[in-house]
């Protein structure tokens, strides 16, 4: 099956500061979302993103289908973007079930 | 206000005891699923349901159960065969059940389970 590997693991930074968060996946993807998980546990999806470039206000991401990865990108960030960050892809072999990383957990000091 | 509920917020299970999650959405979704997240790891897929009285097992499914009796509803029970269940329990829908594509998953709030 697909793996998904999502880097940094950890990452602290600033109130205002940019980031970029990686995902790696190891085959063919129709689909891939990014998800954040705020420290209470709820998990909200960002994008819905197979290819291409999408912006939300603060937050853009881009899947390059072709090279297997997609980076999130944050800019000015805030404290409430704290949290965990995943990567979720769909494995055609395994009847499209979402396939995720591990995370990458973002901590933003004020 | 549309979404998912999960109930209980904490669930505390004794050795032997099965124990039942509720999950219910009133987002109109064909499809329901259950995970499980370990500290520091990903989701992991228990369950999932693309239509009423139908269910498919995932990647852990040993030791769980489930039923999809009504659309709203994805009932999630830790049997006793479960030898550990502590772990943090999500549950989600998605809109197109049998598309061939998955839609994008909204989540419940979650049920942190602990074994006494």
């Known amino acids: 099956g697909i793996q998904v590997e999502q880097s940094p693991p950890d990452l602290i930074l600033q109130e205002g500061a940019n980031s970029t968060l990686r995902c790696n996946f190891s085959?063919?993807?129709?689909?891939l979302q990014w998800f954040h998980q705020n420290p209470w546990g709820q998990l909200i999806n960002l994008f819905y993103?197979?290819?291409?470039?999408k912006q939300n206000g603060r937050l853009s991401a881009t899947t390059v289908a072709t090279e297997r990865y997609s980076l999130l990108y944050i800019s000015s960030s805030q404290t409430t973007d704290s949290g965990v960050y995943f990567c979720?892809?769909?494995?055609?072999?395994?009847?499209?079930?979402?396939?995720w990383g591990a995370g990458t957990k973002l901590i933003i000091k004020p | 206000d549309g979404g998912i509920t999960q109930s209980p917020k904490y669930l505390f299970r004794k050795e032997g005891q099965n124990v039942t999650l509720s999950c219910e959405q009133n987002?109109?979704?064909?499809?329901m699923y259950w995970y499980r997240q370990d500290p520091g790891q990903g989701l992991r897929l228990i369950y999932y349901?693309?239509?009423?009285?139908?269910?498919q097992k995932g990647d852990i499914a040993e030791g769980y159960s489930v039923s999809r009796e009504k659309k709203e509803s994805f009932p999630l029970t830790v049997t006793s065969a479960q030898k550990n269940p502590t772990a943090f329990y999500l549950c989600?829908?998605?809109?197109?059940?049998?598309?061939?594509?998955?839609?994008?998953?909204?989540f419940g709030p979650g049920t942190r389970l602990l074994v006494l």
């Open positions: 085959d063919s993807v129709n689909n």
């Open positions: 989600a829908s998605s809109h197109k059940g049998n598309s061939r594509f998955q839609e994008t998953q909204y």
């Open positions: 987002l109109n979704h064909d499809a």
């Open positions: 979720a892809v769909e494995d055609m072999d395994s009847n499209y079930q979402l396939i």
């Open positions: 349901s693309q239509i009423v009285n139908d269910f």
């Open positions: 993103i197979p290819s291409g470039t």
